[in-house]
């Protein structure tokens, strides 16, 4: 595991957390003593898109008409 002091973490922090994120952390050291070990967190997986089903399944054309006969029966309507 490689050990960066504070100086050169500070000029090369986006190098060095961008390798911690691909499974290299690092430990930050002050006068060669180490401090804190740095490394990537276990984040969750992305959120699923709206959409990804696209071309998966179909709606009827009359799915806003569907069943309205049963419900409106259920209802007394149109007696």
Known sequence: METVNIHEAKTQLSKLVDEA?????FVIAKAGKPLVKVSA???P???RR???LEG????PDDFDSMGSAEIAALFGAGA
């Open 21 to 25: 994120v691909k499974g290299k952390p």
């Open 41 to 43: 967190l276990d984040a």
């Open 45 to 47: 997986p992305a959120p």
């Open 50 to 52: 709206i959409g990804f």
């Open 56 to 59: 998966e399944i179909s709606v």
